[in-house]
Every structure is written in C-alpha cells, then in structure tokens.
C-alpha cells in the first residue's frame, strides 16, 4: 500500500516519504499512483485530476470522521464512504490517541494522500491557537484547489476532539463542512464491562480527570460518571471516589475494544494490577 506524506514547515507544505518508506515521490510519480484522470480542459490544454477531486473552479469540503474507539471493525460505513471519497486524508500529530486513529483506517489509504498536522499540546494558548491556525491554513489551501480533505479523529469529533477547532475555523470562513460521527471510548467501554451508561431517568457526567480542583465538585454531582482523559490524574481521582463511598461502584477499562483491553469490576481490583493511561476510562454508578 501506498500513500504520500505532507508535513507543515514552518506554515509551508512539504512533501515527505511514502508509505512504503521510498522517500520523496515527485509530482508526476504522485498524480500517476494516486490513479490521476488526464482530460481536455479549456484551450486544449490537458488537465490532471486525481481520483475523487472535484473541479478546481470549486471548493472542497472538509470532512471530520471519527474512527471510533480502536476496533476497525468499529469504523461506520459512512466513515468508510468519506475516506474514499477525500483524496487528501489530514493526520493529526498530538499523541497516542491519533496513532491509533490512523492504524484504523490504514488500510484504505491505498493512493491517498497525508497531510500531518500538528498540534502543540502546551499550556500556552497562544502556542495551540497558532498551532490550530496553520494547519487549518493548510487544510484550506487544498479545498481551494476543489480537493476534499476527511480529518481523523479516535472515537467521536464533537467529544474533546482537535477536529472540533479547526471545523470552527473553516467554516467561519465559509468552506462547506460535514462531521461523521464515530463511537465513542465511553460507550465501548460500557460495552465491553456489560454495563449501562444511564437507565431510566439517570443523570450522566462526563468528567476529564485532568482538570485539576474542578474534579471534586463534578464527583459529588447526582447521577452516573464518567472519568476519561485520565493520564497520571488517575490515581487521586480514584481515591477521591474511595472517599465518597464509590470503590465498589465504579468499573474501569484499560483499551477497551482493542488489543491489550483489560477490565476491572472494583477500583480495589484496579489497585491490585493498574493500567493507567490515556485508554483507561472509569465508569462510576451512582446506583448499583
């Protein structure tokens, strides 16, 4: 399989190594393997068009796919449809979760092409909104060329996704947008414990553990909870839920749905041999 690589340089595109690692494919290698249409335009000139690009007197449209939660055989059919149709696949580079993101749909990028973007991960919001901006100025400068670009994202793009910045972005300057919803991590995670999110008139809260004094107030909101985005929070988010009498209520998964899943019925059966990670996702039950 094959597929070409761009990277953002210092706000310029650049043209990296194939998927095959062949290096630097040159611009006619890249139209004739990504399946390029040759057709008469106007005043006899010959125009090259890859596969699945529109005109270029259009714009493109940008698509946000979520890829779901790590099986591939979670990926919806209406994921599947918009890599196909997006000649230009937009690859964000912020951490696991994305690597993940890309290994799910791999196998359909035969002829595509990547654009990696990336993305500071940095306290300084100055430093993520300039992050944002140029990869969002990449990503327009090819459906300015009448090219449809998908965006990947694990699990869902309007649940703490990086997709949901630059959507905002594109659209506020007028360029036609669509969002593929995906699975997300917590209800996998549910799924794969055999437990409900919320039943009846249940009050679910979705909760980051990473967001510092804030965590204690959410805990002690009524109804279900999820905690994700855990990292090294972990740790004293369970033990606030062991102060509140929850230990025994509360469900953990560790990469549910993907290779290496592992599942806890209890935080004490957690303690005894704990994964912690950005995949561990606690469920707690307000009621058992």
């Given at each position: 399989m094959?597929?070409?690589?761009?990277?953002?340089?210092?706000?310029?595109?650049?043209?990296?190594?194939?998927?095959?690692?062949?290096?630097?494919?040159?611009?006619?290698?890249?139209?004739?393997?990504?399946?390029?249409?040759?057709?008469?335009?106007?005043?006899?000139?010959?125009?090259?068009r890859r596969c699945g690009d529109r005109d270029a007197s259009a714009k493109g449209k940008l698509f946000g796919i979520g890829t779901g939660p790590g099986d591939p055989e979670l990926l919806t059919i209406k994921a599947v449809k918009a890599i196909e149709k997006c000649g230009v696949i937009a690859v964000p580079k912020t951490g696991e979760g994305e690597r993940t993101a890309f290994s799910i749909i791999e196998k359909y990028l035969e002829g595509k092409e990547l654009l990696e973007c990336r993305f500071s991960m940095e306290k300084d919001i100055k430093k993520r909104t300039e992050a944002r901006q140029a990869s969002a100025e990449s990503i327009i400068g090819i459906l300015d060329q009448g090219r449809d670009v998908g965006f990947i994202t694990l699990g869902d793009p309007v649940t703490y996704s990086t997709y949901m910045y630059i959507h905002e972005i594109i659209t506020a300057r007028g360029y036609d947008a669509e969002i593929i919803p995906g699975i997300t991590s917590f209800s996998a995670a549910a799924a794969a414990l055999g437990t409900a999110l919320c039943e009846g008139n249940e009050a679910l809260t979705i909760i980051p553990a990473g967001c510092g004094e804030e965590t204690g107030g959410f805990l002690d909101s009524p109804g279900n909870k999820v905690i994700m985005k855990s990292g090294g929070s972990l740790p004293d988010v369970l033990n606030e839920l062991k102060k509140r009498g929850y230990g025994g209520r509360t469900k953990i998964a560790y990469r549910a749905t993907m290779d290496?899943?592992?599942?806890?019925?209890?935080?004490?059966?957690?303690?005894?041999?704990?994964?912690?990670?950005?995949?561990?996702?606690?469920?707690?039950?307000?009621?058992?």
């Open positions: 094959e597929y070409v690589v761009f990277t953002l340089d210092h706000g310029v595109l650049v043209r990296g190594k194939t998927g095959r690692g062949e290096g630097v494919k040159t611009e006619e290698q890249s139209y004739e393997e990504a399946g390029v249409q040759e057709k008469a335009g106007r005043h006899g000139k010959t125009e090259k290496g899943q592992r599942l806890y019925r209890s935080i004490e059966e957690f303690e005894r041999s704990p994964e912690e990670g950005y995949f561990t996702i606690a469920i707690v039950k307000e009621k058992i």
